[in-house]
């Protein structure tokens, strides 16, 4: 499976912006996905994860609440809706897919990669 993220851009905050990460391929929903950001100078960290067939979600704590993750396997898409959006939202947000829901929290462990798509929130 390939991966192409898009939806970013610039923000004010308390805003609101959807990103979205469109897959190839028939197996697509066989593939959890997950959302990673990395800004200037920081490690890329995870922001959150669904699984192949949408059942399982999960966030830490710093976008919990404000972020929500879904698929359409029928279009090959997962979104990552994001509102309430803050400064230190601000990053190159990625896109992630493994066959193992569990492994995409680090993102060393994780070899399948969209190219990033830019978020700024001003302030």
């Known amino acids: 499976v390939q991966l192409q993220a898009s939806g970013g851009g610039l923000v004010q905050a308390g805003g609101s912006l959807r990103l979205s990460c469109a897959g190839s391929g028939r197996t697509f929903s066989n593939y959890a996905v997950g959302w990673f950001r990395q800004a200037p100078g920081k490690e890329r960290d995870f922001v959150a994860r669904?699984?192949?067939?949408?059942?399982?979600?999960y966030y830490p704590d710093s976008v919990k609440g404000r972020f929500t993750i879904s698929r359409d396997n029928a279009k090959n898409t997962v979104y990552l809706q994001m509102n309430n959006l803050k400064p230190e939202d601000t990053a190159t947000y990625y896109c992630?897919?493994?066959?193992?829901?569990?492994?995409?929290?680090?993102?060393?462990?994780?070899?399948?990669w969209g190219q990033g798509t830019l978020v700024t929130v001003s302030s």
């Open positions: 992630a897919a493994d066959l193992e829901y569990n492994t995409l929290i680090l993102a060393s462990n994780v070899h399948l």
């Open positions: 669904i699984s192949g067939r949408g059942g399982l979600t």
